[in-house]
Nanobody
Framework: QVQLVESGGGLVQAGGSLRLSCAASGRPFSTYCMGWFRHAPGKEREFVAHITWHSGSTTTYADSVKGRFTISRDNAKNTVYLEMNSLKPEDTAVYYC?????????????????WGQGTQVTVSS
């Protein structure tokens, strides 16, 4: 089992920044690929970013956040981060981190094994 706890959400004005953290406990964090997803009211859950587990991690992003968001991980701290800059009102959502053993299909929520409880991000205009 892997337990995931997100933090860092909050209320921010458009153009502002937030950094989300996801702390993992349980099985060795370094062997899991990690993803961030978001879920806004009235919309389906949306892929945000993905990072692989190995050193020199590979990252992928949704087109809607590319150039504004950065995913990173610190395996020594068992933590994955999502740095969010130039935030827009349409970024408002509950953000979830998730973990999976498989290397591929980072955009597909169905392949993730573990999920956190989520943290609310609200961007005001």
């Amino acid at each position: 089992q892997v337990q995931l706890v997100e933090s860092g959400g909050g209320l921010v004005q458009a153009g502002g920044s937030l950094r989300l953290s996801c702390a993992a406990s349980g099985r060795p964090f370094s062997t899991y690929c990690m993803g961030w997803f978001r879920h806004a009211p009235g919309k389906e859950r949306e892929f945000v970013a993905h990072i692989t587990w190995h050193s020199g991690s590979t990252t992928t992003y949704a087109d809607s956040v590319k150039g504004r968001f950065t995913i990173s991980r610190d395996n020594a701290k068992n933590t994955v981060y999502l740095e969010m800059n130039s935030l827009k009102p349409e970024d408002t959502a509950v953000y979830y981190c998730a973990a999976k053993r498989s290397y591929y299909n980072g955009e597909n929520p169905a392949v993730y094994d573990y999920w956190g409880q989520g943290t609310q991000v609200t961007v005001s205009s």
